[in-house]
């Protein structure tokens, strides 16, 4: 079946430091591809997606590109901020009105 | 406008009781999700409702569980003669119909279950 594998946390970053997050994926077909956010005390929101190879999703300054020959989707932030502490979550659909497939999970702290 | 919402916040009961959670979805999302999430298993699907209807319940771990959507909105989540490892915070997530390209799933901010 579909999966979905983050690598391990958690991670401690320094204000301003350079973020990359990896994600792979093993699925039949295409499947569409997302990074959740989790910032504390709150509910899970998108943060970025990519629907076909190549393309790069962005947001907030996040960015991840969907790389079919290499089946991942890391996620990569330049210059991070206190208020990117939160637990970040690679996820897959295999298509459309389909149930999403979440990696473990890895939480960020970022100090000041 | 309002978000998905989940009723209640918190519950906790003791082994062996029955449990209702309660999602009402965004207005017109006719897609809606039941995940879970704890600490051993991170997040979960459980079930998929499109309408009233359940196309893929694959997820629900024992016999249970069962859930039901009425009016093509608000959906209950059963648990029967809960267990300890049932303890875990239950999401509901809804998301309008797609045509065909993956959308977003919005989630709510989920029930925190304690089984005693």
């Known amino acids: 079946g579909d999966s979905v594998t983050q690598m391990e946390g958690p991670v401690t970053l320094s204000e301003e430091a350079f973020l990359t997050i990896n994600c792979t994926y093993t699925?039949?077909?295409?499947?569409?591809l997302f990074w959740y956010v989790q910032y504390p005390g709150e509910g899970l929101q998108l943060l970025l997606k990519?629907?076909?190879?190549?393309d790069k999703g962005s947001n907030k300054g996040f960015e991840a590109t969907y790389r079919k020959e290499t089946t991942s989707f890391h996620l990569e932030k330049g210059s991070v901020q206190v208020s990117d502490s939160a637990v970040y979550f690679c996820?897959?659909?295999?298509?459309?009105?389909?149930?999403?497939?979440f990696g473990k999970g890895i939480t960020l702290s970022v100090r000041p | 406008g309002a978000g998905v919402s989940q009723s209640p916040s918190n519950k906790v009961t003791e082994k062996g009781k029955d449990v209702e959670l309660r999602c009402d979805p965004i207005?017109?999302?006719?897609?809606l999700y039941w995940y879970r999430q704890s600490l051993g298993q991170g997040l979960e699907f459980l079930i998929y409702?499109?309408?009233?209807?359940?196309?893929?319940k694959s997820g629900l771990p024992s016999d249970r569980f069962s859930a039901e959507r009425t009016g093509g909105s608000v959906s209950t989540l059963t648990i029967q003669r809960t267990q300890q490892e049932d303890s875990a915070v239950y999401l509901c997530?809804?998301?309008?119909?797609?045509?065909?390209?993956?959308?977003?799933?919005?989630f709510g901010p989920g029930t925190r279950l304690t089984v005693l």
């Open positions: 409702f499109q309408g009233n209807s359940a196309p893929d």
């Open positions: 207005s017109g999302h006719t897609a």
């Open positions: 990519a629907t076909k190879a190549d």
């Open positions: 997530a809804s998301s309008r119909l797609s045509g065909g390209v993956s959308v977003e799933q919005f």
């Open positions: 996820a897959l659909t295999p298509g459309a009105n389909s149930k999403l497939t």
């Open positions: 699925a039949t077909g295409y499947p569409s």
